[in-house]
T-cell receptor, first 115, second 112 residues
Framework: GAVVSQHPSRVICKSGTSVKIECRSLDFQATTMFWYRQFPKQSLMLMATSNEGSKATYEQGVEKDKFLINHASLTLSTLTVTSAHPEDSSFYIC???WGAGYEQYFGPGTRLTVT | GENVEQHPSTLSVQEGDSAVIKCTYSDSASNYFPWYKQELGKRPQLIIDIRSNVGEKKDQRIAVTLNKTAKHFSLHITETQPEDSAVYFCAASPYNNNDMRFGAGTRLTVKP
């Protein structure tokens, strides 16, 4: 099956710093990657959708200048949380898909803690 | 946009019993309905999916039914086992775009 990796798995950073999270599709070319945020005991909240080589599409209420997404290749997308604050602490999960109408394969997630 | 509702939020069954989780969706354009299982601290894993040209799909102890007219779909797990304990999410997506929306999740506990 399709394998998606995510790095780092856990990160602790100080308030005001930036953190970059990588999402890689290891054995397939992902034309589309997705970034989700998941609070404890809650559902997956879509933050943005990114297609290789184009700008990400952000969901309403998600600040694009705060959550920078880059999808430079068919196997790599990055999410940078800029000027992180404690309220940004969450579980961030990426997923990758061959394209519209196909299943999404999820990465293992990154637990971000901002102190 | 699509709105997916999922019930119940928690479900506890005895080992060997069946479990049913139900979801409704709002967008009639949705035609792809996956179900994901997420164990604590781990990634969601696709366990079964169904497309709108099919009313039912089965894979061993897991089955999914879809009623497009009523805009609802359900996950059925038979002969439940303790390892089935997890959070299950339904989702709905139109075929021609990537706008997949998830339900709120159901925490299933299977008691041995």
């Amino acid at each position: 099956g399709a394998v998606v990796s995510q790095h780092p798995s856990r990160v602790i950073c100080k308030s005001g710093t930036s953190v970059k999270i990588e999402c890689r599709s290891l054995d397939f070319q992902a034309t589309t990657m997705f970034w989700y945020r998941q609070f404890p005991k809650q559902s997956l909240m879509l933050m943005a959708t990114s297609n290789e080589g184009s700008k990400a599409t952000y969901e309403q209420g998600v600040e694009k200048d705060k959550f920078l997404i880059n999808h430079a290749s068919l196997t790599l997308s990055t999410l940078t949380v800029t000027s992180a604050h404690p309220e940004d602490s969450s579980f961030y999960i990426c997923s990758a898909s061959w394209g519209a109408g196909y299943e999404q394969y999820f990465g293992p997630g990154t637990r971000l803690t901002v102190t | 946009g699509e709105n997916v509702e999922q019930h119940p939020s928690t479900l506890s069954v005895q080992e060997g019993d069946s479990a049913v989780i139900k979801c409704t969706y709002s967008d009639s354009a949705s035609n792809y309905f996956p179900w994901y299982k997420q164990e604590l601290g781990k990634r969601p894993q696709l366990i079964i999916d169904i497309r709108s040209n099919v009313g039912e799909k089965k894979d061993q102890r897991i089955a999914v039914t879809l009623n497009k007219t009523a805009k609802h779909f359900s996950l059925h797990i038979t002969e439940t086992q303790p390892e089935d304990s997890a959070v299950y999410f339904c989702a709905a997506s139109p075929y021609n775009n990537n706008d997949m929306r998830f339900g709120a999740g159901t925490r299933l506990t299977v008691k041995p």
